[in-house]
Nanobody
Framework: QVQVVESGGGSVQAGASLRLSCTIS????????IAWFRQAPGKAREGVSC????????YYADSVKGRFTISRDNAKSTVMLQMSSLRPEDTALYYCAAEAHTGFCDLLREHSSWDQYQHNYRGQGTQVTVSS
């Protein structure tokens, strides 16, 4: 059984930093790209960042580029998302998903609409709230 568990969210002031973690069990972790998505009430689901299985390919949405950094530790089956200079518009439920498609990070780059996408493996998410 695949389990996807996110942690690290919280309520912070604008300008603060948070580090999200995503730990996945029940699959061969280094066979999967891992992506972070976020969903705010009334807004479209947004693909925030992605890292390929070997970490050679990463993707960042324009809205977070230069402020967020994604990394992975395959030995620990964990992906981290370091978020700095947080803004109120970063407020959302953040979740991670494991994607077997080898070019999934490139798909995030090419497509902006993800509301209808059905993940095979995703977590429940962790809430990030940034106040001004």
């Amino acid at each position: 059984q695949v389990q996807v568990v996110e942690s690290g969210g919280g309520s912070v002031q604008a300008g603060a930093s948070l580090r999200l973690s995503c730990t996945i069990s029940g699959l061969t972790f280094d066979d999967y790209a891992i992506a972070w998505f976020r969903q705010a009430p009334g807004k479209a689901r947004e693909g925030v960042s992605c890292i390929s299985w070997n970490a050679r390919t990463t993707y960042y949405a324009d809205s977070v580029k230069g402020r967020f950094t994604i990394s992975r530790d395959n030995a620990k089956s964990t992906v981290m998302l370091q978020m700095s200079s947080l803004r109120p518009e970063d407020t959302a439920l953040y979740y991670c998903a494991a994607e077997a498609h080898t070019g999934f990070c490139d798909l995030l780059r090419e497509h902006s609409s993800w509301d209808q996408y059905q993940h095979n493996y995703r977590g429940q998410g962790t809430q990030v709230t940034v106040s001004s």
